[in-house]
């Protein structure tokens, strides 16, 4: 590398969504070196895995990495390996192989969601074709399973594992909640299940490969569900947005497809007349850009939903969820990974504010 100690904080801020505060002192600035050098490697690795000699597969593939992306999963292996012997070729290759995981899922939902844009640019499917995406996504996948099957059972069924619960909690969020489910307890684990599973893959996986001490293991796969529960909230907040720069999508994208976020939940749990009336108009909004009228005509509604108190208390709940993410941390040791998992966790859930 050849960035000062400085320039290379900066850069690792800007990637992993944190404030340059975390990297005031020489032990955050080491951490700053190796994290920076280490997804530097993990950059190349996905890249390569990536590549293919077919120019439709290899377009396609490398098209949402190429659009951008903080890397929130590779840096969080990255991170928690420093608890153990640091990036290993295992911890290497997990952390290319969820971020794969991570590109295949995009794929996938933003077929299922009808969105138009991702990180900025048009999705897969509109730049080519549902079929396209869905099976590009089903190639990200197996390209994962080819990476992490270098490492033996362990690292198989980490993945196999979590992918499980991401399916199910595609699936749940697909068929919504049943007539006996609390509507905001089933989406609580539908996000526990879709986001955090994968995030806490990440934060367990790198200190499992990095051969850290197993009394870490454990609190940091909790901390990583928290986290992407936290994450995903924080996003039902952000998806309500009136500047599009905040998502990369159009704002209210989310709700204008008919998928449900807490605010909405958490509207419709009131019995006040003025909610019950924004609901209905919701719903009604919905149910007409189904049917081909233009999406703009939930606009006002959406405004009334971002400024209503159930986004404020949408975005309270981020925070709590957060709070327990860093209580989690209690059993790490004092340190600068410790204190860049802190700083993470409450910047990505306070990015909603």
Known sequence: MTSSPATTGSQLASRFGLSDRIFVGPAARRLARTL??????????????????????DASARYLYEAGGKRVRPMLVLLTAQLGDGMTPAVRDVAVALELMHLGTLYHDDVMD??????????????????????????????????????????????????????????HETVGAGADDDPIDFYLQVLADKTGSLIAAAAQSGAYFANAPDEVREPLRVYGEKVGVAFQLADDVIDLSDNPDDTGKVPGTDLRAGVVTMPYLLLRSSDAADDRDLLARIDQGVERIAAGEDPAILDGPLAEL??????????ALALSWTNE?????????????????????????????
């Open 306 to 315: 971002r400024d209503h108190a159930v986004t404020a208390r949408t975005h």
């Open 114 to 171: 009808s969105a138009d844009a991702r990180r900025g640019v048009p999705s897969v499917h509109r730049v080519w074709n549902n079929s396209t995406a869905i099976l590009i996504g089903d190639l990200l996948l197996s390209r994962a399973s080819r990476v992490l099957g270098r490492h033996g059972a362990e690292a198989v069924d980490m993945q196999t594992t979590t992918f499980e619960r991401l399916v199910i909690g595609q699936l």
């Open 36 to 57: 920076e050098d280490g997804l530097t490697q993990v950059e190349s690795a996905i890249a390569e895995e990536l590549a293919s000699a077919d120019p439709l597969v």
């Open 325 to 353: 993410a860093v209580e989690a941390l209690s059993a790490l040791p004092n340190g600068p990974v410790r204190e860049a998992l802190t700083r993470f966790a409450r910047q990505l859930a306070d990015r909603s504010s």
